[in-house]
């Protein structure tokens, strides 16, 4: 989670270098600051959990996920599932409500990406899961270019493929 606020917090920060006045750094709002953060925050804690409820049944045989709290039994998989739903759809709707549509757009698409194409499509039928679900770590870097900007251009893209290549080698050291 904070990997992914902090690319989409550098990538707001780089686009004010390409927003309409170039000549004045980091000319951000303090609350488009805050709010990106708050729905970045929501959005990667939110598909997470709906993920641990997707692997609830094999995350106990896995050394480094059995501690979770649904194999370990601290929380229930219904809770997880109703959380991770809840604070998903929170995020969108603040995004909404805070930033603009583009940025609100890609902060759904990355919860899309890794709850669907990632988690429940290819996490267990393909050996390319890591590489091609690293594109929703890109949508963070994505949504951050977008909140300072309100569009997607090619410096955009550029950012979010810089994350996307750098996911599956840094998954893959683990």
């Known amino acids: 989670m904070v990997v992914l606020v902090i690319t989409a917090v550098t ?19 303090g609350w ?6 708050i729905c970045g925050s929501l959005s990667s804690m939110g598909s997470s959990a709906i993920n641990m409820y997707y692997d609830k ?4 045989l896995m050394a480094r996920t ?4 649904i194999p370990t039994g601290r929380l229930r998989p219904n809770k997880v599932l109703i ?10 709707t603040i995004a909404w ?16 990406f890794y709850v669907v ?3 429940l499509i ?31 251009d090619l410096l955009g893209f550029l950012i979010g493929w810089i994350v996307f290549m750098w996911s599956p080698p840094h998954f893959w050291c683990l």
């Not at 059995?66 to 709290?69: A, L, M, T, Y």
């Not at 959380?83 to 969108?92: A, D, F, Q, R, T």
């Not at 603009?100 to 899309?112: D, E, K, Q, V, Y």
């Not at 690293?134 to 309100?150: E, K, N, P, Y």
């Open 11 to 29: 990538s707001m920060l780089a686009a004010t270098r390409f927003d309409n006045s170039p000549s004045i750094p980091w000319d951000i709002s």
């Open 32 to 37: 488009k600051l805050l709010f990106l953060i």
């Open 57 to 60: 049944s094999i995350d106990h």
């Open 66 to 69: 059995s501690k979770r709290p």
């Open 83 to 92: 959380y991770g739903l809840i604070i998903s759809v929170l995020s969108v």
């Open 97 to 112: 409500f805070t930033l603009n549509p583009m940025a609100t757009f890609m902060i759904a698409l990355g919860i899309f």
């Open 117 to 119: 194409i990632y988690t």
């Open 122 to 152: 290819l996490k267990r039928r393909s050996v390319w899961n890591v590489v091609i679900g690293g594109f929703a770590g890109s949508a963070a870097s994505m949504a951050g270019w977008a909140a300072t900007t309100g569009s997607m």
